[in-house]
């Protein structure tokens, strides 16, 4: 057994030696040896570091701790164990640094680029996102500097909506899956119209829990838009990439949570409103005035006929009065030429003085003609033998009387 | 265009969307009388849902905690 033990571990000992990059685990000393685990999304190796080699490294000062990410240096190893203690593989490590920028880089790099192979960038941009959520869910750190700015940056908007708070670690190793576990219980929730992650800037290193391969998997297949408010401007996580929107600060995410600003579209629904007030009231106004001078169309026309018609009634009574007076006077005439006959056959010594007297009588007799009289509207009584009644008392006697106007003669009975 | 009381308003995107295209359509002075009058009325009713819409975010913002949400759901009896 102790041959092939021995054996084995010459074996692993001839493979080549490797730098690996994880996050560290599990850490444990001893007098003797430190041990932890090196780790990603896809697996581990248990490493030991001799307790010398790691001090001549001059690690500063809680650098290797659980969550921090390292490189270590190194190859497998074999211990073979002892009568007191248990054989075990392990990956001895030789030198070992923590995980510098550009390690870090190299290796979100790869991820972004399996992740974007796979399509998973793409399901959460294709999700539509209200513009005016009534409830969002936010996951950051209970106190932090992220959670004021969110929630000052929603206001600004002059949205007062319903907030759920998932807090979450958003630094070191329980980080990813606790903000998974959030965002996944925040999902569940049916009236959540979506969900915002914040944390303040740091280095790649800090926000490396944002980079996590669960995380963002679980984030890329989210039903619920994922809103990224993770470090500041220069900061790129991969849970930028999967999420629906990336924003730079707290205040960007607010407007992406609420991308419709409350206060401007308070005012925006006023003058729609007052919009809507006017054309409708225009269009009636409008019709209106047309009907109500369409209806005094014929009103005028008729006043206008009604004008015309008072003309002709007027010429044709003064034609009337004019063709009476023309008929009387006509009457006249003859009068006048049986006078001047009779006047002719006068004639004698004294003509020419008959004749004055004649005028005169003329002139007399037109003063007294009783037509004349009744013409200015005077009426003259009569009795059944057509003399005059001349006086009420005379009247009174009789049974019949009738009264003479200028057009004709009505008769009234005593009752 | 006058067919819009059986519409369902369906997002205040939606409502704002059908309000900026009858706020044009009567600007354009084009509506008659009937359809003036059916437009006005749809905005108004289009008006009051936005209006509610915003009145439901502008209440008082109301904070709500995750984990005594989760505790709550999980103690409350299922229906």
Redesign the interface.
Known sequence: MGRYARTLREELRKRARVQLIGEVTGLRHTPKQTYFELRDADGAVPCTIWANELANLRLPDGALRDGAEFVASGGPDYFVGSPTSSPGFSFRVTHLRLAGEGDLLARLEALRKQLRAEGLFEPQKRLSR?????TI?VVTAESGAARRDL?AG??RR??????????APVQDRRAAPAIGA?IR??AE?PELEAIVVARGGGSLADLWAFCDETLCRTVALLRVPVISAVGHERDSTLLDDVAAVACSTPTHAAEAA?P?D?VV??AD?QR??A???R??EG??RT?SRHLVSLARGPARALRRERTALNQKTREIRAAGERGLAERRSFQWRIALVVLDRAARRAAGAEASSRREALRRAEVAFRAHEPQHTLERGYTLAEDAAGAPVTSAAAARELDRISLRFADGRVGFHRD | MAESDSTEIESYEAAVERLEQIIDRLDSGQAGLRETLDLCREGRELVTYCAAELDAVGEGLKELRLDELAAKLEAAPSE
């Open positions: 209200p513009r005016l959520p009534r869910g929630l929603l206001r002059g949205w007062a909506g319903t907030i759920v708070w998932g807090f959030a219980r925040l929730l609420v419709l409350c579209a308070r629904l729609g409103a919009a809507l007030r054309a409708g269009a009636v019709r």
